[in-house]
């Protein structure tokens, strides 16, 4: 049952109700040793960290960052923060200097906690540029802090401020004028345009989506949830604190390259996800049916039939599986489907939230095919998260982002774009009184920039309205729609289709370099680099004859005709994706700008 309360509290409640349970599993930093720390600890760290800041000096409302992957010292500092009204604003681990030094300045931000070499050094660099910034707090002890740095300490010696609890009566005063309305965290976009912006996020929006969440996903004290995604993601913070409050054991996964080792170790229960992942699944799972024997290939396909009928066209719909299909599916299942599920750690699955960007229909039946419940949702920033999502208990269809939860409006409005209001909605950007006013409508409704229908209770999405494309021809293309149906091919890791004012669409490829390569061995194809790969007319034979296979369903008009192959992904680095991996097409258009007019030339 879900603990309900204000977050500067939650986990001194769940400790008094689940003492020495544990509560996480965590690794330390450069450890492969997984560790368990339990709910009477993890509030007494909490509390450490509470009188810890008080004794720093930190006042109410201050602002602190914490600039880290994924760790415990995270969650003990947030919720730390929490107990004594400080603002926590999360930056995202792969950050610039430069974004963070905007962030910084941007909320005055007083104290930055940080988590590896790499997160210090940044933050150190960029000190002196920031005036209200007077500590940096270093999570691994391993991090070597400058010998000119009087500004720096260890986490384990902040916390040492807090030993023995001696400001813990004014903490506990605290903790009687917390409410509701207080700012709790603000979290900046990553944009795929312009500066990015700070959304403000209060307690009160955090207890209305923890309740709203908590009558529509069904996690409780059974489940084991990893974090994949970054805390500092809206989607990862607000299910690790639905979770946390429902007295689910938090895995913390601190790096996103190692989730699926770590899902073996730990055998999960939950997780939210972005759509890449599952793509990447469905891409090693394809690829090695492919390479088993053809007796092999008939009985998985044959099972995985057999596993849509049963939970796309019976489950999904909240209808009743025949007995012979039922009987079928059961015997199917223990066979062949759950040895998928075992090989990527999922062996007592419950549910899977899904979303970020457009799931692919091909990749949403095979998840759920092979018994994987992928709840797919929508969300933003600004709505705290969840705004719709499937339910168990109403029919699902594949396409759709879910049916809207408690409390939240949505209504469709000029260019069909999506509108809501409601109790989780933001109020606004940090100090933003512009961009706040064209947020808005007339009549409160917050503006979410995507284009969508509603259709019998459910949430269709078509696209992000400023990213639609309109061709020299006058014809609309939504890009997105077009990226997520070539991204499930093996061969392809990432895309970016061209069509704004152009006579047809084209596509900038990354290909999957390791198969692309065995491909080209296999077929007598020379090459000394990626360039050569890349620039070989049998490659990109072979791939563009696969794009066009993907895109059949689509109009003429919005398949993409020719493409590119980029013998190197686009990166964060170069500008060219945000923090939550969204391409930033202005950025990719300008650097490859001589390989997009090629395509179009005569």
């Given amino acids: 049952m879900q603990t309900r309360c204000h977050l500067s509290v939650i986990a001194h409640k769940l400790a008094a109700k689940y003492g020495e349970r544990a509560a996480f599993t965590y690794k330390d930093f450069g450890s492969s040793v997984w560790k368990k720390i339990s709910y009477n600890r993890f509030s007494q760290l909490v509390k450490q960290a509470s009188n810890a800041l008080l004794n720093l000096g930190a006042k109410p409302h201050d602002k602190i960052a914490v600039f880290s992957q994924n760790c415990l010292q995270y969650l003990v500092t947030d919720f730390g923060a929490y107990g004594v009204k400080l603002v926590s604003i999360p930056f995202y681990a792969t950050a610039s200097e430069q974004q963070i030094q905007y962030m910084i300045n941007d909320a005055q931000v007083r104290f930055i906690f940080v988590g590896e070499q790499e997160q210090y050094d940044k933050a150190h660099r960029i000190f002196a540029l920031c005036n209200t910034l007077e500590r940096i707090i270093v999570f691994d002890r391993s991090v070597r802090i400058s010998t000119h740095d009087p500004a720096a300490l260890y986490f384990d010696d902040f916390l040492k401020h807090g030993e023995g609890l001696p400001r813990q009566s004014e903490v506990e005063q605290l903790y009687k004028e917390a409410s509701m309305d207080d700012l709790c965290n603000i979290l900046y976009t990553s944009g795929t345009t312009g500066d990015s912006k700070g959304v403000m996020l209060t307690y009160g929006q955090y207890d209305a989506a923890l309740a709203a969440n908590d009558a529509v996903v069904k996690v409780g004290e059974n489940d084991r949830i990893i974090q994949f995604l970054p805390v500092t993601h809206i989607f990862e913070r607000?299910?690790?604190?639905?979770?946390?409050?429902?007295?689910?054991?938090?895995?913390?996964?601190?790096?996103?390259?190692?989730?699926?080792?770590?899902?073996?170790?730990?055998?999960?229960?939950?997780?939210?996800?972005?759509?890449?992942?599952?793509?990447?699944?469905?891409?090693?799972?394809?690829?090695?049916?492919?390479?088993?024997?053809?007796?092999?290939?008939?009985?998985?396909?044959?099972?995985?039939?057999?596993?849509?009928?049963?939970?796309?066209?019976?489950?999904?719909?909240?209808?009743?599986?025949?007995?012979?299909?039922?009987?079928?599916?059961?015997?199917?299942?223990?066979?062949?489907?759950?040895?998928?599920?075992?090989?990527?750690?999922?062996?007592?699955?419950?549910?899977?939230?899904?979303?970020?960007?457009?799931?692919?229909?091909?990749?949403?039946?095979?998840?759920?095919?092979?018994?994987?419940?992928?709840?797919?949702?929508?969300?933003?920033?600004?709505?705290?998260?969840?705004?719709?999502?499937?339910r168990d208990n109403k029919p699902c269809t594949i396409g759709s982002v879910g049916r809207p939860i408690g409390g939240i409006e949505v209504k469709i409005g000029d260019d069909d774009e999506v509108l809501l209001k409601g109790p989780t909605i933001t109020k606004g950007y940090y100090h933003r009184d512009a961009a706040n006013k064209d947020a808005f409508t007339e009549d409160g409704f917050f503006r979410t920039g995507d284009a969508g229908y509603i259709k019998d209770g459910e949430l269709f999405l078509t696209d992000r309205i400023k990213d639609l494309f309109k061709t020299s021809n006058g014809k609309y293309i939504a890009p997105q729609l077009v990226e997520s149906l070539i991204l499930v091919d093996k061969y392809i890791d990432q895309v970016a289709v061209i069509a704004n004012e152009r006579k047809f669409v084209s596509a900038l490829i990354v290909p999957e370099f390791r198969l692309v390569e065995d491909w080209a061995k296999e077929h007598g194809i020379e090459f000394c680099s990626r360039e050569d790969l890349c620039a070989n007319p049998k490659v990109n034979k072979m791939i563009l004859d696969r794009v066009k296979t993907l895109q059949q369903q689509l109009a003429h008009y919005e398949q993409v005709k020719r493409i590119t192959l980029i013998p190197h992904h686009f990166s964060m680095e170069s500008g060219e994706l945000t923090n939550t991996l969204k391409i930033r097409r202005p950025v990719v258009y300008k650097n490859y700008k001589n390989e997009i007019d090629k395509m179009y030339e005569e």
């Fill in 238 to 390: 607000g299910f690790s604190y639905l979770g946390f409050s429902e007295g689910s054991h938090i895995i913390i996964n601190t790096d996103p390259h190692e989730i699926q080792q770590s899902m073996r170790e730990t055998h999960p229960t939950c997780m939210s996800s972005v759509p890449r992942f599952w793509e990447k699944v469905y891409q090693a799972v394809k690829e090695k049916i492919e390479r088993s024997s053809s007796f092999q290939q008939k009985m998985f396909r044959h099972a995985l039939e057999v596993g849509r009928r049963y939970n796309v066209e019976c489950k999904m719909r909240c209808k009743c599986p025949s007995p012979w299909l039922a009987m079928e599916y059961k015997l199917l299942d223990k066979m062949i489907l759950s040895l998928v599920r075992k090989q990527i750690g999922l062996e007592n699955s419950n549910l899977f939230p899904t979303a970020g960007a457009r799931v692919s229909p091909e990749v949403e039946r095979f998840v759920h095919s092979v018994g994987i419940n992928m709840v797919v949702g929508y969300g933003l920033t600004e709505s705290l998260a969840t705004v719709s999502c499937d």
